[in-house]
């Protein structure tokens, strides 16, 4: 199933790759603006999270013509891709088996864009070529659940299947932020490459998507689900909305 969606998130890059690079070439009269500034801000889906992986916020300065240099920051969560979501026959909720921990990565990067075609003043779109790096800070969160220690009392705990081995007793997931106190910091390193297609009825305006891919390293093996193959390097591959402007 997990290649399944990587092989469709891939192929949905591309095509609304090429969609935008068709977009450019019945571009007409690509003509210079100046601006130094840039700030967008955005909703980012890759093929380690759920439906929406997290937010971005990102400011680029112009070097010259042809070239940016950017600050940003991205916080997304990131799945194991053996999580499975039961539902409770009790209960009716849902909850993720065998997961014991949330990983909510914290990445400040700095980049280099690249112009590959610029936008015309009205109706335009630009393409920009990025790659862009740092450091990372992982959010390792503990899971709770609720789990059925008898037929009259229900306790929350942080889910360890060695010590509440029976999934019929889960009645569904813990408050979300009940582990933020017990959170420990993960170190690592990302860095990625991608492309930019920016829209806007004005020149000023920046509204588009970015498409491209993403490697990501801790200095350790990160538990998310025991019982499984955890891993220190994640990579994957992303796709971001944003919206923004221009000074």
């Known amino acids: 199933m997990s290649r399944k969606i990587t092989k469709n998130l891939f192929s949905f890059i591309l095509l609304i790759s090429l969609f935008g690079l068709f977009q450019v070439a019945k571009a007409q009269e690509r003509g210079a603006y100046d ?41 997304v969560n990131v799945k194991h891709p053996k999580e499975l979501r039961r539902t409770s026959r009790v209960s009716g909720n849902t909850f993720l088996l065998g997961k014991t921990n949330y990983l909510f990565s914290v990445r400040p990067q700095y980049g280099r864009e690249w112009v590959v075609f610029k936008k015309a003043p009205q109706q335009g779109v630009q393409v920009n070529a990025i790659l862009a790096g740092g450091p990372t800070f992982g959010v ?100 971001m909305l944003f919206y923004g402007g221009r000074k």
């Open 35 to 75: 601006y130094s500034r840039e700030y967008i801000w955005g909703i980012s889906k890759n093929t380690n999270s759920g439906l929406i992986a997290g937010i971005a916020g990102k400011f680029s300065r112009v070097i010259n013509d042809n070239q940016f240099q950017s600050f940003g920051l991205e916080i």
């Open 140 to 239: 390792l969160m503990p899971y709770y659940i609720q789990y059925a220690e008898s037929s009259n009392r229900v306790i929350t705990v942080a889910y360890d299947p060695e010590r509440y081995p029976e999934p019929s007793r889960i009645v569904g997931s813990g408050p979300f932020l009940r582990g933020i106190g017990e959170s420990q910091i993960k170190i690592g390193a990302n860095i990625k490459a991608s492309l930019a297609f920016e829209f806007g009825t004005f020149k000023n305006d920046v509204t588009g998507f970015e498409a491209g891919f993403q490697l990501e390293a801790f200095t350790e093996r990160i538990e998310l689900v025991p019982l499984a193959n955890n891993r220190q390097i994640f990579p994957s591959a992303f796709i």
